[in-house]
C-alpha cells in the first residue's frame, strides 16, 4: 500500500513539473527556441550599457531607468524567398502578445510600421513590456524589456524624454537598423 502512495505521489509531482515547464505562449520561450534559427537576429543588452551621462533625468526619470533591468531584441527579417516562413511566424508571435498572460496597452500604425504594446503585471506596475513592431517589407521585431515594478506612464515619458536626450544612437544601431 505503501508503495502505491509513493508510485502515486511520484506520478503526481511529475505531473505538476511537466505542465509547469510547458510555457507554450510566451515570448521568453519564443525568444529561446528562435534566436538560432536563420534569418533572426538577436540583440540582449543591459539598459546599463546606455550612456546616458547627457541626459537630464527628474527624480522619477531616475527611478524609472533604474528599474530597467535587461532590453531583448528579437528580429525576422522578411525576403522575397521566405515570406511564407515570415507570415507564419508573425501570426505566432501576434499568438503571443494576444493570449491572456499579456495586457495589451496600445496598437497603432506610424510611418509604416504598426506595433503592438503588450505588459505583464498590474494596472499600475508591469515587471515585463513587450513591443511587437513589424513591416511587410521589412520584417517584425520583438522588443522586450524587463523590470522590477516598471509604471507605464513613467516608460512613455522617459522614452520620450530620451529620444529628445543626447544618447549616443550607435549604442542602439542593431535594433535601429534592422527597420531601415
Given at each position: 500500500m505503501q508503495k502505491h502512495i509513493?508510485?502515486?505521489?511520484?506520478?503526481?509531482?511529475?505531473?505538476?513539473?511537466?505542465s509547469?515547464?510547458?510555457?507554450?505562449?510566451?515570448?521568453?520561450?519564443?525568444f529561446v527556441e528562435h534566436q538560432e534559427l536563420p534569418n533572426f537576429t538577436v540583440i540582449d543588452l543591459s539598459p546599463k550599457m546606455i550612456d546616458i551621462s547627457n541626459v537630464e533625468f527628474t527624480e522619477e526619470q531616475k527611478k524609472t531607468y533604474n528599474s530597467l533591468e535587461k532590453i531583448n531584441f528579437l528580429g525576422y527579417r522578411v525576403k522575397e524567398d521566405n515570406l511564407e516562413a515570415y507570415n507564419k511566424e508573425l501570426e505566432?508571435?501576434?499568438?503571443?502578445?494576444?493570449?491572456?498572460?499579456?495586457?495589451?496597452?496600445?496598437?497603432?500604425k506610424t510611418d509604416g510600421i504598426r506595433f503592438r504594446i503588450n505588459t505583464e503585471g498590474t494596472?499600475?506596475?508591469?515587471?515585463?513590456?513587450?513591443?511587437?513592431?513589424?513591416?511587410?517589407?521589412?520584417?517584425?521585431?520583438v522588443v522586450r524589456v524587463l523590470g522590477d515594478n516598471m509604471r507605464p506612464e513613467n516608460m512613455v515619458k522617459l522614452i520620450d524624454d530620451l529620444q529628445k536626450a543626447d544618447v549616443d544612437k550607435n549604442q542602439l544601431k542593431g535594433i535601429i537598423d534592422f527597420f531601415k
Open positions: 509513493k508510485t502515486l505521489f511520484v506520478s503526481f509531482l511529475l505531473i505538476v513539473l511537466v509547469s515547464c510547458k510555457n507554450e505562449g510566451s515570448i521568453q520561450t519564443y505566432n508571435v501576434q499568438k503571443i502578445f494576444k493570449n491572456g498572460k499579456y495586457d495589451e496597452l496600445m496598437e497603432f494596472d499600475d506596475v508591469v515587471d515585463e513590456i513587450l513591443v511587437l513592431a513589424s513591416t511587410e517589407d521589412k520584417g517584425f521585431g
